[in-house]
């Protein structure tokens, strides 16, 4: 998956200590399921319904409820869709914070305290009410089901004090400290959509088996079990609150491979490819040159790839060889000659457009002289002519690992060793199947390595916390710590004082390229392919990682 917003939760073993829940009263449900039965029959009998099949990499071997993590499944794919299942509290869109199941809501003084008002008239899929009490209920279970690994998905779960339900529509949160980043982590649908109360048992875990045949949501999508063994069939949502959908039902073909899907487009088997990790650079190409297809390219960045560093040995304890790297590797020529424009080259760990982002950090051109220089100068040294540097009889010879399940990346880390060859590296390419990847670069047993940072709103909120090694052991973004100052993450994750917020960032942004503490080369945009007979286009969510099948314009 992606989606390296996972690689925190694969790789924490987060030290906070879990937020104290207490069980809710059980809600009195107001099923109907004649009701839904009737609804769901007269779409698929209708002669004008309209449906739509997409594609992912994995089938969803963990269900549906809205938490997915590292120990409930071997694949985040659900993460992928669950917007279209669950809503969240409140959404980020166009640079701010918007009300979705809430309506609107206040932030004490002290920023300890958020109210909540929700809007009125919100129900589940099964007609349950989403009131106060439900979604009070849904907190608490997230907190509880991400057990281990409440960490990872954001810093509010760790911070939370009570959660109260004073009245049907008021929801109170109470946190043990100030976190700037509640409303961020209160967007995120993995894992604070909100769910059903019917889902859960008496401690709050949620009831697996009846996740896997069933989706718990106020989203305009629901499922009902409907999967043949590689296609999942999902329904409107009958007690859909927001703008109904011009689909009436979608469908999902599990497709491992990347090629394999185009071909799966190509002959009609599927309508649409969404997402860049599951298109390639040469296939999107391919495909718009094409009449019979259409195609969308996100210009907002989603998430960025970057080359991190083992700074624990040689030779990249060495700042010069770190900056070598940096000055070796050609982002232009990687994001125009092998991605083909389907990524765009970076020279930040973030995107300037996240929040407290647009930071004037130092950046660095391609400059495979200056490279040599600095090797040089860290005495490494071609001393028998073989065009691998040597230092006191060992050669500069590393091995990168990546993972290649997404778009492209392969070939731009064969461009990068390429790249650092001509400069006097010896570059071993591995390429790791992802649960192998994690594992090698928990226990350090890389030189460089491919990484992302977690993408959408994860970025730079939980990016940034797990910089701090008293909360997480993300193997790379943890090391940048020993060039900040002491504690600078933790006090950012207990300030409300956004000017200080502010200069905090600056400190941890530009401290990040000073030391060449890793090199960010390109960004992902999201990408889109579609069936011109089916489809006029397709509108890309304001987290376009995710797919939003709403976002789909059907002919």
Not at 107 to 116: I, Q
Request: hydrophobic share 35%.
């Amino acid at each position: 998956m992606k989606m390296f917003f996972a690689v925190a939760a694969a790789l924490s073993i987060c030290t906070n200590t879990a937020v104290a829940v207490c069980a809710s009263a059980d809600i009195e449900s107001e099923t109907s399921d004649s009701k839904t039965s009737a609804a769901n029959s007269d779409v698929s009998q209708s002669e004008e319904s309209k449906s739509v099949t997409l594609c992912e990499s994995w089938t969803f071997d963990a269900g549906f409820y809205a938490v997915v993590h590292g120990g409930m499944s071997s694949n985040y794919g659900i993460s992928y869709w669950g917007h279209n299942f669950y809503d969240t509290l409140v959404v980020y869109e166009d640079g701010e914070y918007k009300g979705s199941l809430a309506e609107k809501w206040d932030v004490s003084e002290d920023g300890k305290e958020y109210t909540f008002t929700l809007r009125d008239g919100i129900k589940f899929s099964d007609g349950t009410p989403c009131d106060a009490t439900a979604v009070k209920k849904s907190l608490e279970a997230a907190a509880v089901n991400l057990g281990a690994y409440i960490g990872s998905y954001g810093k509010l779960m760790t911070v939370i004090d009570t959660i109260e339900a004073p009245d049907e529509s008021t929801v109170i949160i109470k946190l043990t400290q100030p976190y700037y980043g509640t409303l961020n982590d209160l967007s995120t649908c993995n894992p604070l959509g909100i769910v059903n109360p019917n889902g859960f048992n008496d401690d709050l875990t949620y009831k697996a088996d009846d996740f896997q045949t069933m989706t718990m949501g106020t989203g305009p999508y629901m499922y009902q079990g409907d999967f043949d063994g590689s296609v999942y069939t999902f329904v409107r949502n009958p007690y859909y609150w927001g703008e109904t959908p011009e689909a009436d039902t979608f469908k999902i073909k599990v497709i491992p491979d990347n090629d394999a899907k185009v071909l799966a487009l190509r002959s009609g088997e599927i309508d649409a490819i969404t997402g860049a990790a599951r298109l390639s650079a040469d296939a999107y190409t391919e495909l718009s040159a094409d009449s019979s297809f259409g195609t969308a390219i996100n210009d907002e960045p989603t998430l960025t790839n970057y080359i991190g560093f083992n700074m624990a040995k040689e030779p990249f304890d060495d700042k010069n060889v770190r900056l070598a790297v940096e000055y070796a590797i050609d982002r232009d020529s990687i994001s125009n000659d092998v991605f083909q424009g389907t990524m765009t080259p970076a020279d930040t760990l973030f995107s300037e457009s996240k929040p407290y982002c647009d930071v004037e950090a130092t950046v660095y051109s391609y400059d495979p002289d200056k490279a040599a220089q600095l090797l040089d100068e860290a005495g490494w040294k071609d001393s028998d002519g073989d065009g691998i540097r040597d230092k006191d009889g060992t050669p500069l010879e590393l091995t990168m690992l990546y993972t290649s399940d997404y778009g492209s990346i392969g070939d731009g880390m064969l461009a990068i060793a390429s790249q650092l060859g001509k400069v006097g590296f010896k570059v071993n390419v591995s390429d790791m199947d992802m649960m192998t990847y994690y594992e090698a670069s928990m226990n350090g047993e890389y030189d460089i390595i491919h990484y992302r940072t977690y993408g959408g709103s994860f970025d730079p909120f939980t990016v940034v916390t797990n910089m701090d090694p008293t909360v997480s052991a993300d193997p790379v973004a943890v090391q940048f710590a020993e060039f900040l100052p002491e504690g600078i993450v933790s006090e950012l994750d207990c300030s409300a004082d956004e000017s200080r917020i502010s200069e905090i960032y600056n400190t941890i942004l530009t401290t990040i390229p000073d030391e060449a503490l890793c090199v960010p080369f390109a960004n992902t945009v999201e990408l889109a392919a579609w069936n011109s007979d089916k489809i006029n286009g397709y509108e890309f969510c304001s987290d376009s990682q995710y797919v939003e099948v709403s976002g789909l314009d059907l002919k």
